[in-house]
């Protein structure tokens, strides 16, 4: 088969589901309708993914805090993602490992990779995670704004467990052996150390900004990037202008702040433990010069100029995630 590599762009987490579970979208252009947050969201678009070579985009099933959600929800999104993906008549397919996803691409189409953001759908019973894992879910993060049962989070001061609870230890372990990977962010600082510790293979973060740059609790450490990519990890940079720069909003942030997150990130663990997590269609915006997946090009375009090889231009827009996401559907190495 060609190696489709060089072409293969990725989203380590984008949010579509949002519109196309909650507002009963379509992916394709043709099947969207008005939203109520549009200036701010709503970019999520095949036909956008495919001009911007990106074929590969980690579809992020957002499960919220709550008495009422728990892994039915979850399912019931992976479903609807079922639906919209037959709804494009193939041109967006559901993929596990990076095999699979080289092999979507190679033939012009979009592959989707299924994450969970929240954690809260693995509250109740650990041992959904393996539910999951058999929908091909191959990452999740263990909570999110508030702690949950399982982590404590880096945006509030509630933090019972100290990192992570017992329970939330035996999820990190879990994960790694149904081929999952524990994706950190938005967890505090104690509960990703431990979360590298327990792991029993690569752990990610999916979408953050970096905090030498941008002094946020949420944002990544460099002693925590580093731990990560010791797993054989990756750090996902997002888009969220509010995470990459301390201007009001982050109204100043441009695609070279975004830039200048990649850099710092790849100089701290080197380049092929970086990617992009846009966390596109969460309520967020995109930096200026970057509208959505039609603009990867010119985020390679930013690297070269910086001094990135082409090949490390190449694992930072896409190859490392499809390395890191395997050929078989198990944990890969370092
Ligand atoms: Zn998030």
């Known amino acids: 088969m060609t190696d489709v590599g060089a072409l293969c762009h990725a989203d380590m987490h984008a949010h579509f589901l949002l519109y196309g579970h909650y507002l009963r979208q379509g992916y394709s252009g043709a099947g969207r309708r008005w939203a109520p947050w549009g200036p701010l969201g709503n970019r999520l678009f095949l036909e956008h993914a495919l001009a911007g070579q990106v074929h590969c985009v980690t579809f992020t099933v957002y499960v919220p805090a709550g008495r009422w959600f728990g892994v039915g929800a979850a399912l019931r999104q992976i479903d609807t993602l079922d639906r919209v993906a037959a709804e494009t008549g193939g041109r967006l397919t559901l993929a596990r490992t990076g095999a699979q996803v080289r092999a979507i691409a190679a033939s012009g189409r979009v592959a989707g990779v299924l994450a969970i953001e ?67 962010a938005h967890l505090s600082d104690a509960a990703i150390e431990q979360a590298t510790v327990e792991a029993e293979g690569p752990v990610v973060s999916s979408h953050t900004g970096m905090r030498d740059l941008r002094d946020l609790p949420r944002n990544l450490g460099d002693a925590q990037a580093r731990r990560i990519a010791a797993t054989g990890g ?92 395997g050929d078989g559907g198990v944990a890969s190495g370092p």
């Open 234 to 325: 990756m750090i996902g940079i997002l888009w969220f202008p509010p995470y990459l720069s301390d201007g009001f909003l982050g109204r100043d942030a441009t695609i070279q702040t975004f830039l200048d997150h990649c850099c710092h990130a790849a100089s701290v663990v080197g380049p092929g433990h970086v990617g992009i997590g846009t966390d596109m269609d969460a309520l967020t915006w995109p930096p200026a010069g970057l509208r959505d997946h039609r603009d990867y090009p010119r985020v390679a375009d930013g690297l070269r100029q910086r001094g990135f090889s082409a090949a490390e231009v190449d694992g930072i827009l896409g190859r490392n995630y499809l390395r890191l996401l």
């Open 118 to 184: 929240g954690g809260h759908a693995l509250e109740r019973d650990p041992s959904d995670l393996e539910r999951l894992a058999a929908r091909g879910v191959r990452m999740a993060t263990l909570a999110h704004f508030v702690s949950s049962s399982l982590a404590d989070v880096a945006a509030c001061a509630y933090r019972p467990h100290g990192g992570l609870s017992h329970a939330g230890r035996d999820v990190v372990r879990r994960m790694g052996r149904l081929g999952m990977f524990p994706d950190v």
